[in-house]
């Protein structure tokens, strides 16, 4: 009887218990396996997209297809353009996608441009040319991860949002690989060439680790004036079409124009920090006047323009 009045005594003060462990454990399973928007899901495929471009890269160059392997890494530049915007505009920026896209940037432009040049003529100079595969390569992880970095300050101005710091890896990818493009162009693949070839990589890398300010061209064409619409699809389509017909002069081409276009970008800094600095000895009276809480606000609202997604 003592056993059965104890237990008739201990279950009301058991269950409650259990009921609330498995109330919790409900609402941890609903918030785990919520829905995801479309609009999330979109710009991570196209990240994942330019990632396969990326290793059929790599492929077509083991395989000794460079016209191929090369544009597939065009292909990912292209989409590494657009996943960014994409999901800018459809407002499904996420960190998740800020990773996938960090890691994305390194395989297609840092692990593959650096194996297509070491199949196409590095491996000639042994351990000098996959040193040289190597360290372009490294520089390219260094650069994004600085980059993902300096999104977290909050003290830069807001015109520095103009400028890379180095240039971005899309570019030292397309530029590492002009020497392949010359070779397609006629140019004879000699000892003379994959030596400055080697230089040349080595070059590049430096600019990738470097604090050159490059200019980003982030907020060019984000607003078309109506009777523009019709002139920028016609130059987009014909910038493509002129591509798809002439790849290598209009690779080459661009390439050596934007090597030549890094000191205007350097100048256009400078002329910011001057300026920026002409005007901060007028400004700061009304700082230190101002309420803690305006600042506050100006410092949020600087936050919120920093973007989610990398380059």
Not at 16 to 29: C, Q
Not at 58 to 64: K, S, V, Y
Not at 214 to 231: I, M
Not at 265 to 284: K, M, N, V
């Amino acid at each position: 009887m003592a056993a059965r009045r104890s237990k008739r005594y201990i279950a009301p003060m058991v269950m409650p218990e259990r009921d609330r462990r498995g109330s919790k454990l409900a609402r941890l399973r609903r918030r785990r396996f919520r829905r995801i928007p479309v609009r999330v899901l979109v710009p991570n495929v196209v990240t994942l997209l330019a990632l396969c471009a990326g290793l059929t890269a790599i492929r077509m160059a083991f395989e000794d297809r460079y016209a191929l392997a090369l544009a597939a890494i065009v292909f990912a530049a292209i989409l590494d353009a657009v996943d960014g915007r994409l999901a800018r505009l459809l407002k499904g920026t996420s960190r998740f996608g800020a990773e996938l896209d960090s890691l994305s940037d390194f395989v297609n432009f840092g692990v593959a441009p650096a194996l297509i040049l070491y199949f196409w003529g590095l491996h000639e100079l042994k351990s000098a040319g996959w040193i040289a595969a190597l360290v372009f390569a490294i520089c390219v992880g260094l650069r994004l991860a600085r980059f993902n970095v300096m999104l977290d300050d909050p003290d830069r101005p807001a015109w520095t949002s103009n400028f890379f710091v180095g240039m971005p890896a899309p570019a030292g990818a397309i530029t590492v690989l002009l020497p392949i493009y010359a070779s397609f162009l006629g140019l004879p693949r000699s000892a003379l060439l994959i030596f400055l070839t080697l230089v040349y990589t080595l070059g590049i890398a430096s600019l990738l680790v470097s604090r050159l300010p490059v200019f980003s061209g982030k907020r060019v064409g984000t607003r078309v004036p109506p009777d523009l619409v019709g002139p920028v699809i016609v130059v987009v389509v014909l910038f493509f079409a002129l591509l798809i017909a002439y790849p290598w002069e209009i690779l080459t081409a661009g390439t050596l124009a934007y090597l030549a276009s890094l000191p205007f970008g350097w100048l256009s800094y400078r002329g910011y920090e001057r300026r920026d600095a002409e005007s901060r000895p007028e400004q700061q009276p009304a700082t230190m006047q101002s309420p803690p809480l305006a600042a506050g606000v100006v410092r949020a609202h600087d936050d919120e323009d920093r973007p989610s997604r990398l380059n």
